[in-house]
């Protein structure tokens, strides 16, 4: 019987090979399967190269199949694949796994001091207060004491936000406008930001204005009617300003989300609510997609699991 091979890369969204990789081929139904036959092939790994031979097929036009790609703690991906015999055959994508959130434990995040300067500076400025009791063990810590205390969820979250809003591309480096830090969670962090923030996201054509009622103001604070959404299809900026009431200045309820799904290998791509919050681990990789070539996005730390 006719075959043909299949050159196939693999890797995580960062570009780094993955473990325990399967791959299932199961032939097209009807006339364009014609030939093909169900095969699976597994691969330890890492390696983000995988040689398939003896896939069979008929003359000619070759087989379509559908390939399904698997990797430990890593969500399924699958592609159309045409097979025609006796060469190999470049595979029509290039698998990159998104992450299964609930699988991280940790992660590989920078250093304090390898942090930007800003960076540091909204940790040094910290005025951290606890609105609610998932807030306590932060209270009153600022710069390293506060970044080692913050665990995976809150430091992943910091360091997304961070990434996000210093990118000058899609939020026009915005980070300069954000001063100490007051609250951080795993889906935001409130902190206090510069009087000319809000004019400069309604100047800016990369922001459009957003709802505001599904934010709360801080404990003293309360909104000013002003929220702004970055334009770009997924890993939106979102900054939702309040006053303090005490004094007049400003703080911002800042959060990156994905508004709308993006499809990948079969299936669309959603958020992941944990504790019905969104996952940072996701955002992660939302970040990383919306720039695979050169990762201008990519927030700088790994997963643990």
């Known amino acids: 019987m006719p075959s043909g091979a299949l050159d196939l890369h693999l ?9 325990n990789i399967s ?26 190269d995988l040689l398939i031979n003896g896939i069979t097929c008929r003359g000619g036009i070759g087989t379509m199949y559908q390939v399904f790609a698997e990797a430990e703690h890593y969500r399924r991906y699958g592609f159309f694949q045409r097979i025609q015999e006796d060469r190999v055959n470049t595979a029509s994508d290039a698998v990159e796994f998104w992450v299964k959130p609930g699988d991280v434990r940790d992660i590989n995040a920078p250093t304090f001091d390898d942090l930007s300067a800003r960076a540091r500076k909204i940790l040094n400025d910290a005025e951290m207060i606890a609105v609610r009791d998932e807030d306590r063990d932060l209270l009153n810590r600022t710069g390293v004491d506060l970044y080692r205390q913050l665990g995976p969820l809150r430091k992943a979250c910091f360091l ?20 100490g830090v007051l609250v951080c969670r795993q889906d935001r ?9 809000p004019e400069a996201l309604r100047q800016s054509s990369l922001f459009g204005t957003a709802r505001e009622n599904l934010h709360k103001p801080l404990p003293g604070f309360e909104l000013t009617g002003d929220s ?10 979102q900054v939702t300003f ?18 709308s799904g993006i499809e990948h290998g079969f299936e669309v791509i959603r958020n992941a609510a944990f504790q019905s919050r969104t996952n940072p681990f996701l955002i992660h990789e939302f970040l990383l997609s919306a720039d695979p070539v050169g990762k201008s996005l990519d927030p700088g730390y790994t997963f643990r699991f």
Do not use: W, Y
């Open 228 to 237: 702004f959404k970055s334009r770009d299809a997924h890993a939106n900026l």
């Open 160 to 179: 997304n936000l961070i990434t996000k809003a210093a990118d000058d591309t899609t939020t026009g480096g915005c980070v300069s406008k954000i001063q």
């Open 242 to 259: 309040m006053r303090d009431k005490a004094n007049g200045s400003l703080a911002a309820d800042i959060d990156v989300d994905e508004s």
């Open 11 to 19: 890797t995580d969204l960062a570009g780094e090979p993955v473990r």
């Open 189 to 197: 962090f409130f902190a206090r930001v510069s009087a000319d923030f």
């Open 23 to 48: 791959v299932e081929f199961q032939r097209f139904s009807g006339e364009p399967g014609t030939g093909g036959q169900t095969m699976h092939v597994t691969l330890a790994g890492p390696d983000p």
